[in-house]
């Protein structure tokens, strides 16, 4: 059990641009079955003030400039069909709520998608235009576009129907131990969480704030490369950005935060 609970700064409260509040502690939802206490946190407050303060204002957010520039890219043709997004989204507003479902079952296709398959799809499929890389900039940059359409709003993935055995695949994996460590991402982030790992404050590991500005790497940080990042972190091989095995890991993830609302884009150290 962690016993570092106290180091998170009871008193923050997330309230970005002085007015939109957020949900940054909430009760658990009911499958974690008290593996992370009587309250699910949101990363930020595991952040030092100064970071926690650039994720509060818009103006000193230094993500709203790929957002700034996820709006240009919005609004331009691209690709042998000569359409842009906004040909046929008329406005990034209809995407509210979309962020807080993800990732989810395809209907069509029984596959689970994230932001960035529903992206590539638009583009490849209905632009002609090349894919995205994963983490590549323009990707992270309407990732983060499309995700702020939410901001706000609680975290709610299905994980039942359809969902269920890709919910329980990324389940085994979050407790499953990697690299000559053996390390399970549950050692750290419900084991742990409060406590210090050489400088950084364990965080619950949520996913509610991604794709975040990492001040250290100064660029967005997609949730593939950041689980990437953890499980190198315990020497082990890791799987690829867009692999399956990260797309179900994202779900359950994303269903531990369940209730938290979507802080995206996110400032980190
Ligand atoms: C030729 C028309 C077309 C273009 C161009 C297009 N899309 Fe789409 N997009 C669709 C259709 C049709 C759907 C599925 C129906 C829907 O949900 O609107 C869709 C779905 C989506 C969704 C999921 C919406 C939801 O609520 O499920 C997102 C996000 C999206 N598109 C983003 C983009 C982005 C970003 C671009 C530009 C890179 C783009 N689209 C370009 C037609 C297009
Ligand atoms: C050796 C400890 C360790 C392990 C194992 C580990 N992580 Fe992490 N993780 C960290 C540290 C340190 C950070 C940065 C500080 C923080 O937010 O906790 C971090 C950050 C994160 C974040 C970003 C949280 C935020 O709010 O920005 C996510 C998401 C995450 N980890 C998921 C995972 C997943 C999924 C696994 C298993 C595949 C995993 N981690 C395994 C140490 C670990």
Redesign the pocket.
């Known amino acids: 059990m962690a016993t570092g609970a106290a180091m998170a700064d009871e008193d923050a409260e997330l309230v970005i641009n002085g007015e939109i509040e957020m949900i940054e502690r909430t009760t658990p939802p009911a499958h974690l079955d008290g593996a992370l206490g009587d309250t699910i946190m949101s990363g930020w407050i595991f952040r030092e003030d100064e970071t926690q303060a650039f994720q509060m204002d818009d103006f000193e957010n230094p993500a709203m400039i790929y957002v700034d520039k996820a709006m240009d890219?919005?609004e331009t043709v691209?690709g042998a069909?000569g359409?842009?997004?906004s040909?046929?989204?008329t406005d990034v507003a209809?995407?509210e709520g979309?962020r807080t479902q993800l990732p989810r079952v395809n209907e069509a296709t029984g596959k689970l998608e994230t932001?960035e398959d529903?992206?590539n799809?638009?583009?490849t499929g209905?632009?002609q235009?090349d894919a995205w890389k994963w983490s590549s900039e323009e990707m992270q940059s309407?990732v983060s576009l499309?995700g702020l359409q939410s901001r706000g709003m609680p975290m709610d993935v299905a994980i039942d129907g359809p969902a269920q055995s890709f919910w329980e695949e990324g389940k085994e994996m979050y407790y499953t131990r990697y690299g000559q460590l053996e390390l399970s991402c549950a050692n750290c982030h419900e084991d742990n969480w409060g406590n210090m790992i050489r400088a950084d404050h364990l965080s619950q590991g949520m996913t509610n704030g991604f794709p975040t500005y990492r001040l250290s790497a100064t660029r967005l940080i997609s949730q593939h490369n950041r689980f990437r990042g953890c499980i190198r972190d315990t020497m082990a091989e890791s799987f690829a950005e867009g692999s399956d095995e990260f797309r179900a890991l994202e779900l359950y993830v994303a269903s531990r935060g369940n209730g938290l609302s979507v802080e995206t884009p996110a400032v980190r150290q």
């Open positions: 890219m919005f691209d069909a359409q842009a997004c040909s046929c989204h209809e995407f979309l932001m529903i992206i799809g638009c583009r209905r632009m235009a309407m499309i």
